[in-house]
């Protein structure tokens, strides 16, 4: 009996994690971006190389990585007020269409030798300012082609797995082609990728609805979705553990090309390889949450995740082997992976859709201010103790912000409990060891997280 069984169970849990491919306007955007993000990956990869061929400096690659994060974490917020208001596709093939002319631009300037440190730094400048609209952008649009709602965690787990089976591809081909041809390839390769995304999103049928309510002035719509994302505790502490931990977990990013050249003795092959391991890991990571039915539970999964992540990169900072690296990487990838995409999943279950923009946006503002301050810390503290020892710091501060959410789960899970019964996800009573869930309103009494109903302070 058993043995008849069990193809069934396989082929009901294949059923389960690909679920929001039924969808036609998902299957073309999932294609669409699964191409593209490799070219974007091989352009992360080759950038980074060649401000440190050029430089051999650890400072300056944390200050291109600075300058290609602050414009998001600057503009973001309200670039999410006026995604609440335009057409949200209209705005990726613009975002996608300047991205491609930016990566052409990188490519002739490379390809040509004519490309300097101050031009790297303004191209990322460049891009930082259109991330600032694409980024939130691609999170809020995942919401517009997923019809039934019930799918859209599968569909967001998905949506990360795109971007890390691309981190796994990308990087190792951007190692072999920097190798052999150069840096200037890479960008050339990213700059044609982008034509998958436009094409895809130019024949999507998408009919995004009006929300029909008043328009504010901008400062106080983005007013009051500062009150609308930060005013339940639960919501805003999950975004200041990402917060920190991303900021002290990109170390091992921005340091990459100083592990491969001097602590493991390779070449941009080496970096290559590694990239490609923190892609694995974040994709072992995004379909174990495409996996799951339900979101009750990630709660407690988010600080478990940002320990694996802490622990690995503790490890990596004492690894001399190239092949432990890689394990050890691969498990900064996983929890990585399991904290942005269950935070993101959480916020976009409930969130009003008149107010999807702003919320997102500020999801977005939250790593993408961490990354470049990071980019920074690591950068000035590998130059002074070194970049094993600036991973090892990373990691221990990681561990020590988990145990500090931890501690305050208990009152975190009063609050939310009526927040999952009122959306059905449990029965009223029961009580699910959870962290968040939802985004309300009101402190006093005015919970109203109902599927698109929430007050928020207004």
């Not at 930016?102 to 300097?116: D, E, Y």
């Not at 694995?280 to 995004?286: E, F, K, S």
């Not at 050890?328 to 279950?349: D, E, K, P, R, Y």
Request: hydrophobic share 50%; aromatic share 10%; glycine share 10%.
């Amino acid at each position: 009996m058993n043995s008849v069984r069990e193809p069934g169970k396989e082929q009901s849990s294949l059923s389960l994690i690909l679920r929001a491919f039924k969808y036609r306007n998902y299957r073309l955007f999932f294609a669409g971006q699964g191409i593209s993000l490799i070219g974007n990956w091989m352009q992360f990869i080759a950038s980074s190389w060649l401000v440190y061929r050029l430089t051999q400096s650890p400072v300056l690659l944390g200050v291109v990585g600075f300058s290609s994060q602050i414009p998001t974490f600057l503009l973001a917020p309200f670039a999410g007020v006026l995604l609440d208001r335009w057409k949200r596709r209209t705005v990726l093939i613009v975002t996608q269409s300047l991205m491609m002319l930016q990566a052409f631009l990188f490519a002739f300037l490379t390809i040509t030798g004519k490309i300097q440190v101050w031009q790297i730094i303004v191209l990322s400048i460049v891009m930082g300012i259109i991330t600032a609209f694409d980024m939130p952008g691609r999170h809020t649009f995942v919401n517009d082609i997923i019809e039934d709602k019930r799918d859209l965690g599968n569909a967001i787990a998905l949506n990360s797995s795109i971007f890390n089976g691309a981190r796994m591809v990308g990087p190792s081909i951007a190692g072999l082609i920097i190798e052999r041809m150069g840096e200037g390839i890479c960008f050339l390769c990213n700059g044609v990728s982008f034509v998958a995304v436009i094409a895809a999103l130019t024949v999507m049928r998408v009919n995004q609805r009006s929300n029909g309510r008043e328009r504010l002035p901008l400062l106080q719509e983005f007013s009051h979705g500062f009150s609308y994302t930060f005013g339940f505790p639960p919501i805003r502490a999950i975004l200041i553990l990402l917060f920190f931990t991303s900021m002290m977990g990109t170390s091992a990013m921005v340091l990459m090309p100083v592990f491969s050249s001097q602590v493991l003795q390779g070449g941009p092959q080496t970096m290559g390889f590694l990239m490609g391991a923190i892609g694995i890991g974040a994709l072992i990571g995004a379909l174990y949450l495409a996996s799951r039915k339900s979101i009750v539970g990630l709660g407690r999964i988010i600080p478990k995740a940002v320990i694996i992540l802490g622990a690995g990169l503790i490890l990596f900072s004492f690894s001399r082997n190239l092949y432990l690296s890689f394990v050890f990487v691969l498990l900064t990838g996983f929890g990585t992976m399991v904290q942005m995409a269950s935070t993101n999943t959480f916020i976009q279950t409930v969130v009003d859709e008149d107010k999807r923009g702003r919320v997102l946006s500020f999801y977005t503002t939250t790593f993408m201010a961490a990354f470049p301050l990071g980019s920074l810390i690591a950068g000035y503290m590998a130059d002074i103790a070194g970049a094993p020892e600036t991973v090892l710091a990373g990691g221990i501060f990681c561990c020590i912000a988990a145990l500090i959410y931890m501690r305050h789960l208990p009152s975190f899970q009063e609050m939310v409990d009526p927040l999952y019964a009122r959306l059905g996800l449990v029965h009223e009573g029961s009580r699910p060891y959870v962290a968040v869930q939802g985004n309300v309103t009101a402190v006093q009494g005015n919970v109203t997280a109902v599927q698109g109903n929430v007050t928020a302070s207004e």
